[in-house]
C-alpha cells in the first residue's frame, strides 16, 4: 500500500476489500474488533486523497439482497472510527453503487452493500465470478487487498478483482502474514497450540501440520468430545463427530510417536440443557470426570482441574498460537475455561498469537485488553488455513 501511495493515489478511486464480517445483535455489532483493525488502511489511503470505496460480505446470504445481513451498521461504526461521513450504497454494483462512488470527493469514503448479495461474488463458476468482477473494477482505478479474514475465499472480489486493476496488500494483511509467517519458522519453544471450537473437521488440516511443529497440543471446547470418544469414554449428548474418531485416532498414535504432548480435558462442565444465551438464566452445570460424562448429558465447558492443568501447561510457553473458546463462554457459567485460557496466555512469557473470530471476540467480551496479547488475528479460517501451508487465494492474486 505504501508503494501504491508514493506513486499517487489523490483523485483515484481506491476499491479495498475489507473484512467487516461483525457479529451483529439486530442492527448492534457486538465486537467491532474487525472494523478497527482496517480502520488505519482506509484512513490512510482517505488521508493521501483517494477516493475510497470499502466492500465485504458480511454472513452468509443466499446471493442476493436481504437486510438481515446489510453492512450499513458496519458502514456506521466505520465512520464514528474515521470521524467523518461515510456514504453507503444500497447496492453492489448498482445504481446506487455507481451514483455514490461518483460523487465522492478525494478523500472521502463509501461503504458498499453487503458483496454476497450478488451471486456472482461466491460462485464457482468462473465465468460467473469473473463478469461480477468486470462490473466491481468499473467503480475503481485501484485495488488494496485487506480483508485477512476472506483471504482463504476464492470469491470475485478476493481473487478476481485484482486481476482487474493495479493491486496492493494492505497494512493489516502485511501484519498478519507477518506474524503467523513467524509460527511457521523458528519458533520460540516450547510451542503450544490450544485448539478448541465445535468441530474436529474444520480443524483437521491444520492440526494434521501443528503436529510436525508443536511441542504440545492442548484440545478443548466442542471438538474435544470426538477425542474422547475416539478413546473409548461415553460423551452423552456431547457434540460428536463419529465419523472423525479415526481421524482422531490417527493424531493421538502420530502425536506418541512424534513426541508431541496431546493433552485432552481431565473435568468437564456438563448439563442435560444447553444454556440461554438471550437471558444468560443459570445453567446450574455439573461437574464430571472426563472419562465420567453421563448419557444425557452434554459438556459445555472444561471443568476447573482441566483449567489448572492447562494453565500449567502454557506457564512455560515460549510460543503459543490459540483457536476456538474452550466452552460456550457465552453464558457465564460456561465462561470460565476459555477465561483461564486467555489468563494463562497472558501470564505466560510466551508470544502469543489468537486466531479465529471467535476466540478474538471471547477475549473482547470477556473484558481482556486486547493489547495485552502478542498478537489477536482478524483470521479464522484465513489464519488456520495459512497455518496449514495452503496458498490463499486473496494473497495469491496479491503476489505479482
Ligand atoms: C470469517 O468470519 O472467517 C470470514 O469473514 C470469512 O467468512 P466465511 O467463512 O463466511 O467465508
Known amino acids: 500500500i505504501d508503494d501504491l501511495i508514493q506513486d499517487g493515489v489523490a483523485g483515484k478511486r481506491v476499491f479495498v476489500r475489507a473484512d467487516l464480517n461483525v457479529p451483529l445483535d439486530g442492527t448492534a455489532i457486538t465486537d467491532d474488533g474487525r472494523i478497527r483493525a482496517v ?6 489511503l482517505a488521508a493521501a486523497g ?7 460480505h458480511l454472513g452468509r446470504p ?7 445481513f446489510s453492512l450499513a451498521p458496519a458502514a456506521r461504526r466505520l465512520g ?30 463509501a461503504v458498499l452493500e453487503n458483496l454476497r448479495f450478488n451471486a456472482g461474488e461466491t460462485s464457482k463458476d468462473d465465468a460467473e465470478r469473473g463478469a461480477f468482477a468486470d462490473q466491481l473494477a468499473q467503480l475503481a482505478d485501484l485495488y488494496v487487498g485487506d480483508g485477512f479474514g476472506a483471504v482463504h475465499r476464492k470469491h470475485a472480489s478476493v481473487f478476481d478483482l485484482p486481476e482487474r486493476l493495479p493491486h496492493a496488500a494492505g497494512d493489516l494483511i502485511a501484519t498478519e502474514v507477518g506474524v503467523l509467517k513467524k509460527l511457521t519458522e523458528d ?7 490450544v485448539l478448541g471450537g465445535a468441530k474436529v473437521s474444520d480443524k483437521l488440516g491444520v ?9 504440545r497440543i492442548l484440545i478443548g471446547g466442542g471438538m474435544a468430545y470426538t477425542f474422547l470418544a475416539a478413546k473409548g469414554h461415553e460423551v452423552g449428548i456431547s457434540l460428536l463427530q463419529k465419523d472423525q474418531i479415526p481421524v482422531c485416532l490417527e493424531y493421538l498414535a502420530e502425536a506418541e510417536k512424534r513426541g508431541v504432548e496431546f493433552v485432552l480435558p481431565a473435568d468437564v462442565l456438563v448439563s442435560a440443557d444447553f444454556p440461554d444465551l438471550k437471558t444468560k438464566a443459570p445453567a446450574h452445570p455439573d461437574l464430571v470426570a472426563s472419562d465420567a460424562i453421563p448419557a444425557d ?25 490459540w483457536n476456538g473458546p474452550m466452552g460456550v463462554f457465552e453464558h457465564p457459567d460456561y465462561a470460565n475455561g476459555t477465561k483461564a485460557v486467555a489468563q494463562a496466555l497472558l501470564d505466560a512469557d510466551a508470544f502469543t498469537v489468537v486466531g479465529g473470530g471467535d476466540s478474538a471476540a471471547a477475549v473482547r467480551l470477556l473484558g481482556f485488553d486486547e493489547n495485552a496479547f502478542g498478537h489477536i488475528s482478524t483470521g479464522g479460517g484465513a489464519s488456520l488455513e495459512y497455518l496449514e501451508g495452503k496458498t490463499l487465494p486473496g494473497l495469491a492474486a496479491l503476489e505479482d
Open 187 to 193: 519458533v520460540k519453544r516450547p510451542y503450544v497450540v
Open 62 to 68: 443466499k446471493g442476493a439482497p436481504d437486510p438481515a
Open 50 to 56: 483517494a477516493k475510497v470505496i470499502v466492500a465485504s
Open 297 to 321: 448429558k452434554e459438556g459445555l465447558d472444561i471443568g476447573p482441574k482441566t483449567r489448572e492443568l492447562y494453565a500449567a501447561k502454557l506457564a512455560d510457553a515460549g510460543t503459543v498460537f
Open 80 to 109: 464514528e472510527l474515521l470521524g467523518q461521513d461515510v456514504a453507503f450504497a444500497t447496492d453492489t454494483v448498482g445504481e446506487s453503487a455507481r451514483s455514490v462512488t461518483s460523487q465522492l470527493a478525494d478523500g472521502q469514503v
Open 39 to 44: 480502520q488505519p488502511t482506509i484512513a490512510k
Open 207 to 215: 492440526i494434521d501440520n501443528l503436529l510436525k511443529k508443536a511441542d
